[in-house]
């Protein structure tokens, strides 16, 4: 059974870096039949795609948050990452790690979710 | 404010069937028939319960059921019972640029 969890710090200053980790247990991330993703969800709102990686390190990001998302992948420990620059308050979300088959267009596996709020 | 739009509430006596809408453009819902539904119980992460416009995944019951016409998808769930009671938000293909967009959200009260 695959199991996804979110990790990092539930709290991030105005301005700086937000950092999340998603190991993987129970499948391997290097598995050529699926993508890596990122979604997060703002309180009481709904969902957004932030972006997804592939074991080889081909990203696809959301235009709208492109320019301050960096998505990797490490393979040695099973695991990928998001990097989220320069935040904001309206960055303050529940944020999800999630499993998309290859050459579909869903996501069929999800993270419990961690909160991440952005104050100083 | 999403890119597809959904009723923000809805509601149905247990067995009942009650549907929800998601209105996007020809851009995603009505260009592709890629659009999936999910279900979030509160405090949970969300669950694939419909994609590819129709399909279900092994498991959902078949009280659940997607279509499609136009620019708007619907998820219908028929005999409604108490833990249909969630949050449902669809998404769908808009394209390599874009690649996925949301919903956001109808919660549905099973009176």
């Known amino acids: 059974q695959l199991q996804l969890q979110e990790s990092g710090p539930g709290l991030v200053k105005p301005s700086e870096t937000l950092s999340l980790t998603c190991p993987v247990s129970?499948?391997?991330?290097?598995?050529?039949?699926?993508?890596w993703a990122w979604i997060r969800q703002p309180p009481g709102k709904g969902l957004e795609w932030i972006g997804s990686?592939?074991?080889?390190?081909?990203?696809d990001y959301n235009p709208s948050l492109k320019s301050r998302v960096t998505i990797s992948v490490d393979t040695s420990k099973n695991q990928f990452s998001l990097m989220l620059s320069s935040v904001t308050a309206a960055d303050t979300a529940v944020y999800y790690c999630?499993?998309?088959?290859?050459?579909?267009?869903?996501?069929?596996?999800w993270g419990q979710g961690t909160r991440v709020t952005v104050s100083s | 404010q999403s890119a597809l739009t959904q009723p923000r509430s809805g509601s149905g006596s247990p067995g009942q069937s009650v549907t929800i809408s998601c209105t996007g453009t020809?851009?995603?819902?009505?260009?592709?028939?890629?659009v999936s539904w999910y279900q979030q119980h509160p405090g949970k992460a969300p669950k694939l319960m419909v994609y590819?416009?129709?399909k279900r995944p092994s498991g959902v019951p078949d009280r659940f059921s997607g279509s499609k016409s136009g620019n708007t998808a619907s998820l219908t769930i028929s005999g409604l019972q108490a833990e249909d009671e969630a949050d449902y938000y669809c998404?769908?293909?808009?394209?390599?640029?874009?690649?996925?967009?949301f919903g956001g959200g109808t919660k549905l009260t099973v009176l």
């Open positions: 999630a499993r998309r088959p290859m050459h579909v267009v869903y996501f069929e596996d």
């Open positions: 129970g499948g391997s991330i290097s598995s050529s039949s699926y993508y």
């Open positions: 990686i592939y074991y080889s390190g081909s990203t």
């Open positions: 020809s851009s995603d819902v009505g260009g592709y028939n890629y």
């Open positions: 590819d416009v129709t």
């Open positions: 998404c769908s293909y808009a394209g390599s640029y874009t690649f996925v967009v």
